[in-house]
T-cell receptor, first 113, second 112 residues
Framework: DAGVIQSPRHEVTEMGQEVTLRCKPISGHDYLFWYRQTMMRGLELLIYFNNNVPIDDSGMPEDRFSAKMPNASFSTLKIQPSEPRDSAVYFC???????????FGPGTRLLVL | ELKVEQNPLFLSMQEGKNYTIYCNYSTTSDRLYWYRQDPGKSLESLFVLLSNGAVKQEGRLMASLDTKARLSTLHITAAVHDLSATYFCAVDMSRTASKLTFGTGTRLQVTL
């Protein structure tokens, strides 16, 4: 299996622009997670899905952030409008079962100028 | 609110030496993970510890869990340069959800 796939790997954008991050989970995994990693706050869970349904979005920082999972093999995390403080590495992860080991993608390094 | 603390935050050690990384957490949990992250890379799962007294070993790394003390340790035996990375513990505190709270990470640097 190819593992969790994320795109783009790097994104540089200007403040106010819309940013869309993409994730393809491991085939057969029913759970998908979005995390954000920064030096100041470490790794934070933003939202997770089960069978394409958002289960817990309490970690989503603001209304500027939204996430969707239209089917079992694709999810997006959108930031609109983006701000410099959104600069971080965004990881997507998937797991086979509830409370199963989470497998992380390579991450998207986002820089908002 | 669950807090997960690791110490030390940074560890520089010589090849061949032994050391232990500590992970303390603030509330009851029955499941703890250890991950490794190389600079600029993703997180790689190392161990999952599922019960009090659980011990897992892989190569020069051994992890243990004491749920009563709310403490997990990652012991490094005879360190080699390839072990240089940042190590995270992550606690799963819910039996009905799937939410990991990550520790601050311990950056390990193994020198010759």
């Amino acid at each position: 299996d190819a593992g969790v796939i994320q795109s783009p790997r790097h994104e540089v954008t200007e403040m106010g622009q819309e940013v869309t991050l993409r994730c393809k989970p491991i085939s057969g995994h029913d759970y998908l997670f979005w995390y954000r990693q920064t030096m100041m706050r470490g790794l934070e869970l933003l939202i997770y899905f089960n069978n394409n349904v958002p289960i817990d979005d309490s970690g989503m920082p603001e209304d500027r952030f939204s996430a969707k999972m239209p089917n079992a093999s694709f999810s997006t995390l959108k930031i609109q409008p983006s701000e410099p403080r959104d600069s971080a590495v965004y990881f997507c992860a998937s797991s086979l079962a509830l409370r199963g080991t989470q497998y992380f993608g390579p991450g998207t390094r986002l820089l908002v100028l | 609110e669950l807090k997960v603390e690791q110490n030390p935050l940074f560890l520089s050690m010589q090849e061949g030496k032994n050391y232990t990384i500590y992970c303390n957490y603030s509330t009851t949990s029955d499941r703890l993970y250890w991950y490794r992250q190389d600079p600029g890379k993703s997180l790689e799962s190392l161990f999952v510890l599922l019960s009090n007294g659980a011990v897992k070993q892989e190569g020069r790394l051994m992890a243990s869990l004491d749920t009563k003390a709310r403490l997990s340790t990652l012991h490094i035996t005879a360190a080699v340069h390839d072990l240089s990375a940042t190590y995270f513990c992550a606690v799963d505190m819910s039996r009905t959800a799937s939410k990991l709270t990550f520790g601050t990470g311990t950056r390990l640097q193994v020198t010759l």
